[in-house]
């Protein structure tokens, strides 16, 4: 392991940033190691999307080092950065609608040039039996599976996953929640979640942001809890 990298899939320091005149993230250090499961929380608007879209080259930072492996993200573009084995799965669940799921997963491999089907119809299996059928057809939870699917195809080191249980039925959260303890066997996550016990049951680290701030770090286990997490939502 180099000094460089510290042992660090990421390593944000001194991160900042704003939407044109409007600041919304101040001074934010998040570090991950190989194989963590970082969870994110926070109320509405506290800034947990803006920090997945600037690690992710979605947002360029005002201030502050985004590193992975010995290697500054800040001012890369997104494709870069996801060729760099850092894929960003997106609140919205946006897919291309006219497009197979098969294509959909394909086109999540273009940054990556290396891919890997066999993990994402394994963890999958629902969408091997959907692979022909037009991506606008999906349920939420078949979209949801549709967006990790193609973001683990391309063999991520990192995975930047915006609240991914969202409006999800108590069957897909669960088997989201095995999905994620499976997937941190081959690599780091950073999951923005609401929905505590189940980001509670999986993660190492848990950061609690408001306002933009950095409000809170839990690393020990008795501290990752849904009732020690619950004041910052
Ligand atoms: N594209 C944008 N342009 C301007 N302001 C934005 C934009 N996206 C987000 N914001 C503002 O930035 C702040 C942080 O938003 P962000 O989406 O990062 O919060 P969040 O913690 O992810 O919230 P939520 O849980 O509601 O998704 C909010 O005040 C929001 O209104």
Same mark, same amino acid.
């Given at each position: 392991m180099s000094a460089a990298t510290n042992g660090h899939v990421l390593d944000v320091k001194g991160l900042s940033a704003a939407y044109g005149e409007s600041k919304v993230l101040f001074d934010i250090a998040v570090a991950v190691r190989d194989r963590e499961v970082v969870g994110c929380v926070g109320r509405n608007g506290a800034g947990k999307s803006t920090l997945l879209k600037s690690i992710a080259g979605f947002l360029r930072p005002t201030a502050g080092t985004v590193v992975s492996d010995g290697v500054d993200l800040v001012g890369r573009t997104a494709y870069a950065i996801a060729g760099m084995g850092i894929k960003y799965v997106p609140q919205d669940k946006k897919v291309f609608s006219d497009l197979t799921v098969r294509e959909n997963l394909e086109l999540g491999s273009y940054a990556s040039g290396d891919y890997d089907w066999d993990p994402v119809l394994v963890f999958f299996p629902k969408l091997k039996v959907l692979l022909d059928r037009k991506a606008g057809y999906l349920s939420g939870g078949e979209r949801q599976m549709l967006m990790i699917g193609r973001a683990i195809l391309g063999k991520p080191k990192l995975l930047l996953v915006d609240e991914p249980? &969202?409006? @999800? /039925?108590?069957?897909? #959260? /669960?088997? @989201?929640?095995? #999905?994620?303890? &499976?997937l941190s066997k081959s690599a780091a996550l950073v999951i923005v979640e609401q929905n505590l016990p189940m980001i509670c049951a999986i993660a190492d680290k848990i950061y609690a942001l408001n306002e933009g701030r950095l409000v809170a770090e839990l690393t020990e286990r008795e501290q990752i809890r849904p009732e020690v997490c619950e004041p910052y939502l």
């Open positions: 249980t &969202e409006g @999800l /039925a108590p069957s897909i #959260v /669960a088997h @989201l929640k095995d #999905v994620f303890r &499976e």
